[in-house]
């Protein structure tokens, strides 16, 4: 299986930030680019799949505005397969980013396009 690799590293508050950002537009884009249309049960298992993965190296912040990573002492990678690669970038794209954030998004954007595809076992 055909993988990206989103290592975060949560030493220093780029990574942490990061992780935060990246979970944070998943979720909100999320809303914004589906609307009012059904998803379908391929998009929700997408969804689910990398809520999972985010989830195993981090806690959801209660208000929704990201996700705290479970230690500052290492880093956490989260291996998404093709799909849900691209549907976690569309989501992030989607989102209505304030006006604020608009360098460190755009990093990110630049972080998320360098990120090779790699052959995984599973």
């Known amino acids: 299986m055909k993988v990206r690799k989103l290592a975060f590293d949560s030493t220093t508050e780029d990574g942490r930030q990061r992780a935060s950002l990246i979970y944070q537009g ?3 884009g999320g809303n914004v680019a589906n609307g009012q249309r059904s ?21 959801e912040l209660s208000d929704g505005s ?3 990573l479970k230690n500052e002492s290492e880093t956490f ?10 549907l976690l ?19 990110i954007l630049d972080w998320l396009a360098t990120l090779p595809i790699e052959e995984s076992d599973g």
């Open 77 to 86: 990678t989260v291996a998404l397969d093709v799909p849900q690669f691209e």
């Open 39 to 59: 998803k379908g049960a391929d998009v929700i298992r997408r969804e689910a799949g990398i809520m999972r993965k985010f989830r195993k190296i981090g806690s």
């Open 26 to 28: 998943f979720l909100v």
């Open 89 to 107: 970038v569309k989501y992030f794209e989607s989102t209505p980013w304030a006006t604020r954030l608009a360098i460190e998004i755009e990093d």
């Open 66 to 68: 990201g996700i705290l």
